[in-house]
């Protein structure tokens, strides 16, 4: 999964997303820190990217996908924001050192489905920290996921586009494959149709605290959060400081 078709029409499908809540629970954390600098890991089209660079931190934002952060990088122009987007896939994340805070949004870490990679990644995210760095990140919750995910279909539609979701169950618990079909909107009644799949799992809380922790990280923070089309419904936030 790349996101490359999907990054023309992410702004679009994610327009009532909760990104004022995920800032100000950032700045909410850090206003007692010394941060300045933030890297934003899976920054999409850089929506969170652009308000904390906005606010005053120097923020770098990775994502995977190229056609994501050339959207990225005209959002940040046109907000007059400086943001050096770098291309990488996060699972082998390299080149950072002394990074005052690491996040990750929008259930981004949930793309990775296996621990070997998420334990990479971790150990990676305590090695570019600075001493006292801190990490946050959101998951979907495994109760989230086994009773408002799997096995159900979601539609929706803009002006300009339609999208029909579906989520079927992977072999594993928590696992995941979100089958996603747009009709995108030409000229006139003319519509071209995309389909994309996405593969997700998650994982208990307790097992994410111990991949933490047996890499090291000894200060982060992640949230459970409950999200159906595109609301807050519910978040639980696991705390170690």
């Not at 100000?24 to 850090?30: A, G, L």
């Not at 600075?130 to 959101?138: E, H, N, S, T």
């Not at 539609?157 to 979701?165: F, G, H, R, S």
């Not at 994982?203 to 923070?221: E, N």
Request: net charge negative; glycine share 4%; hydrophobic share 35%.
């Amino acid at each position: 999964m790349t996101y490359n078709t999907l990054a023309y029409v992410y702004d679009e499908l994610m327009a009532h997303a909760p990104y004022e809540e995920w800032v100000n629970f950032t700045m909410n954390v850090i206003n007692n820190r010394e941060v300045q600098s933030i890297v934003d890991l899976g920054c999409g089209t850089g929506s969170i990217s652009v308000r904390l660079a906005k606010s005053g931190y120097h923020v770098t934002g990775v994502d995977k996908s190229a056609d994501m952060l050339t959207a990225a990088d005209e959002k940040a122009r046109n907000e007059y924001v400086n943001i050096n987007f770098i291309q990488q896939d996060i699972r082998s994340l390299t080149g950072f050192k002394d990074v005052d805070l690491f996040i990750s949004y929008c259930d981004v870490i949930n793309y990775i489905t296996n621990e070997k990679d998420i334990t990479a990644l971790f150990k990676n995210v305590h090695q570019s920290l600075q001493p006292d760095g801190l990490f946050i990140f959101d998951i979907h919750a495994l109760p989230y996921v086994e009773d408002c995910l799997i096995d159900q279909t979601f539609t929706d539609e803009t002006d300009n586009l339609v999208y029909i979701w579906s989520c079927e169950k992977g072999k594993h618990q928590g696992e995941m494959y979100h089958h996603l079909t747009f009709f995108q909107k030409e000229t006139g009644d003319n519509y071209v149709r995309f389909d994309e799949m996405h593969h997700q799992r998650t994982y208990q809380t307790i097992d994410y605290k111990k991949m933490l922790q047996d890499c090291g990280l000894q200060k982060f923070i992640f949230m459970e959060t409950f999200q159906l089309k595109m609301d807050f419904q519910k978040k639980t936030v696991n705390e170690f400081l």
